[in-house]
């Protein structure tokens, strides 16, 4: 469940594995782009999403990098190459942010860190406090709020701003910079992070390529697979298919209602049988 083989499926689900970490490179926020001005382009954002969008509109002109952002703290980190892409060769040479680790920095410098994990851990994120279809377009959205693309599993996230534009770390080869919001495509909808307060049932989880099943069962049909530590919400737990991994031996299952999924109780942080957590019917 936990191995290092699968190192080349890890980095395509991050968007590139953490590096060497350093300290932000401050900018002006509403520095002028080609695409606008970085900045709360609407009113009735919250406090917290204001600051989530300042603090990303300071990284305007950092360079995207394949998996930068994701080191031990939130800030730039050098990136990796993306087998799949071959603008991505000199990201190890950059200093910079993938999408989630732009959207992670961001909402890190308001409001802790709630939003460690890759795009699709923040799209389905237990801080969400609302959600929004692709149908819906921009009209409910505020600045702050997180849009994302992907059919299935998300592989995109960035930060809106209100007046159609956000601010993204797109792809290799680019740098963080304002964008209009693009609607075509494989456009999923937007969420909205809740201000900083401990969601009922919220756990972290550890280990590397921990995968959930669709069952309390390792032989049930895999649904998603952790890269590595990130912040889950738990809707009840339930004794089912013991399970001995890193030298640890448990019965109990977590039931993650985000992902429709099963977690052994292995790999989430706490005792073997977790305390204030219902058990499922």
Not at 40 to 65: F, H
């Amino acid at each position: 469940m936990a191995t290092a083989t699968a190192a080349l499926t890890l980095l395509a689900a991050w968007g590139g594995a953490p590096s060497a970490t350093a300290a932000p490179a401050p900018k002006t926020a509403n520095t002028p782009t080609a695409a606008g001005t970085c900045a709360v382009l609407a009113p009735g954002a919250s406090a917290v999403a204001e600051k989530a969008v300042a603090a990303a509109c300071e990284q305007i002109g950092v360079w995207y990098t394949w998996g930068g952002g994701h080191g031990p703290q939130p800030g730039p980190t050098y990136g990796q190459v993306d087998p799949s892409d071959p603008d991505s060769a000199h990201d190890p040479e950059r200093l910079g942010f993938d999408c989630s680790g732009l959207v992670r920095y961001a909402y890190a410098r308001a409001a802790g860190d709630p939003l460690t994990g890759n795009a699709h851990h923040q799209f389905h994120s237990p801080h969400v406090q609302q959600r929004f279809t692709a149908a819906q377009a921009t009209g409910p959205l505020l600045p702050g709020d997180l849009l994302a693309w992907g059919s299935g599993s998300i592989h995109h996230i960035a930060i809106y701003l209100g007046a159609g534009k956000m601010v993204e770390a797109r792809e290799s080869g680019t740098r963080i910079t304002v964008s209009d919001v693009r609607l075509d495509g494989d456009y999923a909808g937007a969420v909205r992070i809740a201000p900083p307060t401990a969601a009922p049932g919220t756990f972290s989880t550890w280990g590397t390529d921990v995968w959930t099943h669709r069952e309390p069962s390792t032989t049930s049909p895999r649904v998603h697979k952790f890269p590595g530590p990130t912040t889950v919400r738990i809707e009840c737990q339930k004794h089912a298919e013991p399970v001995t991994a890193e030298g640890y031996t448990n019965d109990a299952w977590s039931y993650l209602p985000e992902y429709g999924a099963w977690i052994t109780n292995i790999y989430i942080k706490g005792a073997a049988w977790l305390d204030g957590v219902r058990t499922c019917p």
